[in-house]
């Protein structure tokens, strides 16, 4: 079972299962099998017959305890495996945020879990989080980071995989942190995908507060935005330019570069 199914991480976890011939569904609240994070009545029934399960935390949503209720209801049902995916420095964060309880019922209920922290992700910019703020300011991103704030953006497909390899594969106790093989800067990223069909064409720095209204005039909510804030101020204290080598132990080969990503996801 696949949560997040239409996400940028989830539904590419989705397919490749389906294109290696396993059985897989999706679990969401418009989806094939409906789960609501919030309704508890038709858990059990959702995790019938689940052998194994990937839990995206939702970020900024306050829903960290429901996720892990889920969680470990997953292990009451006899579900074999669990992946959960939170993001990258969930682990310094306070243990009663959302993605520290999810991951920490994890670990307490499963034997065989495995939890993915991936970077600000590669696609961010074409359908994630900065392309639709660049869609509603004709191409221009704007961001609370300065334009030379170094991330080590990492690809939605090297995320998926790994957590296919650690749902069919023997990945039990590990603890990735997903990054790109090399620190990209926010100039850097919208210069190289000029040209192409990103939505992103310009960049320009703004204050935590400027941020906030525009993310607010969007529609998000205060939650959502504050933990956004939360991994602004990491990027630019110089925490989210970390490479790791994670992305090679559970593939046996390197993560992809912007440029590839570029030349094969944009046109």
Not at 8 to 35: F, H, K, N, P, Q
Not at 74 to 83: F, H, N, P, Q, Y
Not at 150 to 175: I, K, M, P, Q, W
Request: one cysteine or more; glycine letters at 8%.
């Amino acid at each position: 079972m696949v949560t997040g199914p239409t996400g940028m991480v989830g539904r590419r976890v989705l397919t490749e299962l389906r294109r290696r011939g396993i059985t897989a569904a999706g679990a969401s609240r418009t989806s094939e099998v409906r789960l609501d994070w919030t309704d508890t009545s038709d858990w059990d029934e959702v995790l019938d017959g689940v052998e194994s399960v990937f839990v995206v935390t939702p970020i900024g949503r306050s829903l960290g305890n429901r996720v892990a209720g889920f969680i470990e209801k997953a292990a009451e049902k006899g579900v074999d495996k669990a992946v959960v995916m939170s993001s990258m420095g969930s682990e310094h964060a306070p243990s009663d945020s959302d993605q520290c309880v999810a991951e920490e019922r994890a670990r307490k209920v499963f034997d065989k879990w495995t939890v993915l922290r991936p970077n600000w992700l590669h696609q961010d910019f074409t359908e994630g989080t900065f392309a639709g703020l660049a869609r509603s300011r004709n191409g221009r991103l704007e961001l609370p980071v300065r334009k030379h704030t170094a991330v080590s953006f990492v690809d939605a497909r090297d995320v998926a995989n790994t957590a296919v390899a650690a749902l069919v594969g023997d990945h039990a106790g590990r603890e990735y942190t997903l990054t790109g093989p090399e620190p990209v800067t926010f100039k850097q990223f919208v210069r190289m995908t000029k040209g192409t069909d990103s939505p992103v064409w310009r960049f320009k720095k703004i204050d935590e507060a400027g941020f906030y209204f525009r993310a607010r005039n969007r529609g998000w909510g205060d939650r959502y935005i504050d933990t956004l804030n939360e991994r602004f101020a990491a990027a630019v204290a110089g925490r989210a330019a970390e490479v790791t080598e994670d992305v090679r132990a559970a593939l046996g080969r390197d993560p992809g570069p912007v440029a590839k990503f570029i030349r094969e996801e944009t046109a």
